[in-house]
């Protein structure tokens, strides 16, 4: 398998052949553009503790987490919040790969950090902040989860979240290879592949929470809350409606989103299909779709591998004060290809996709979403800018 640039998520390169559906119809009234926060070293990642408004926390590939004024101007300047470097692996895909603040943050001064260790096996470790309010104390460190990683280097997802219910969840990746050559992610026992759901609200590690679907079954691991999944390299929740949305990187030709509401229990023991299912279609290729698809949980919508398209990059559903035009969107891109689309979840499908490439798009190489604690939405590239979503007061009418 062919691994793009140095990072993360990607599967095999790109341009292939097969038709794709027409391009989705233009942005909407009150057209968003960007607006550049500053510029960082591989950067991964955007977040802020809740109520915090006044500052961005943005994570580095190499190992460091800044931290820096959410309004302030490029003179102010950056500064390290945590620094990891020398102390984890990075490169390809690996590196330090997220960071949460706990919902107590403002009381209890935990975050937390998703990495892979130097021997590439995968790690979610607390820390406190210090005396200081810009920078962490790295003596707290305190590993809360260690999950084996070491056969491959690539598919290690990344993402760290506390979700609605104040329980901290996580993506892991399906352990790396092509097409999954372990089985980890139709294997319920293995924490690979897997949506993880822990209670990290004892004085250390975690507890499983009660009502998670193998709490008390022993036909899985406690941790696990959904599986079938390759590599969900960015998963975020509806800040309204606490809908569970699901970037699953694809293999070899479809990317896939899949969203679990919570009328539906937010995906509460689902299989996503992965390595029966690569999107909506048989994994390997079958003409015929011959495939059991039964259990099995679809995505809302997949993409395939054309005009340079390889690697989803999930993202959030628009909540902020700044473009109301996109709110109630949930905002994705493609690593590889560079565009940006929207489409509105109602429940039982999506509807009103959009290409908003023209007007958000940084380029090539997008390497995360972020949010911010009032809700305003961040979208960075491996080239090292991070840029804030805003409103362009030039198209306050139509695009």
Known sequence: MKQLLPLLLVVTAACNSFLSTPPPPPPPPGSPTLELVDSFVNPVYVTAPPADSQRLFVVEQAGRVMVLANDSTQATGPRTFLDLRGQISSGGERGLLSAAFHPQYATNGRFYVYFTAPNGDLRIV?????????????????????????????????????????????????????????????????LLGKLLRLDVNGASGYAIPADNPFATDTSGAPEVWSGGLRNPWRFSFDRQTGDLYIADVGQDRWE?????????????????????????????????????????????????????????????????????????????????????????????????????????????????????????LYVMTLRGPVFRIVLNPDTLSTP
């Not at 809360?144 to 104040?166: C, E, I, M, R, W």
């Not at 996709?353 to 390497?367: A, C, H, N, V, W």
Request: proline share 5%.
């Open 126 to 190: 607390r820390y406190n902040v210090s005396s200081n309010p810009d920078s962490a104390d790295p003596a707290t460190a305190d590993t809360v989860l260690k999950v084996a990683h070491s056969t491959y280097s690539n598919h290690n997802g990344g993402q760290l979240q506390f979700g609605p219910d104040g329980m901290l969840w996580a993506g892991t990746g399906d352990g790396g290879g092509g097409g999954d050559p372990d089985g980890n992610g139709q294997d319920r026992h293995s």
């Open 256 to 376: 896939e989103i899949n969203v679990a509401s919570t009328a539906n229990g937010r995906g509460r023991g689902s299989n996503y299909g992965w390595n029966r299912m690569e999107g909506t279609h048989c994994f390997p290729q079958d003409p015929n779709e011959a495939c059991n698809k039964a259990g099995l949980v679809q995505p809302v919508t997949d993409y395939i591998h054309a005009f340079g398209a390889c690697s989803v990059t999930g993202g959030y559903v628009y909540r902020g004060p700044r473009v109301p035009a996109l709110t109630g969107f949930y905002v994705y891109a493609d690593h590889c290809a560079g565009f940006v689309q929207a489409f509105k979840y109602t429940g039982s499908g999506i509807t009103d996709l959009r290409d908003i490439s023209s007007r958000i798009s940084p380029g090539g190489f997008i390497s995360s979403f972020g949010e911010d604690a009032r809700g305003d």
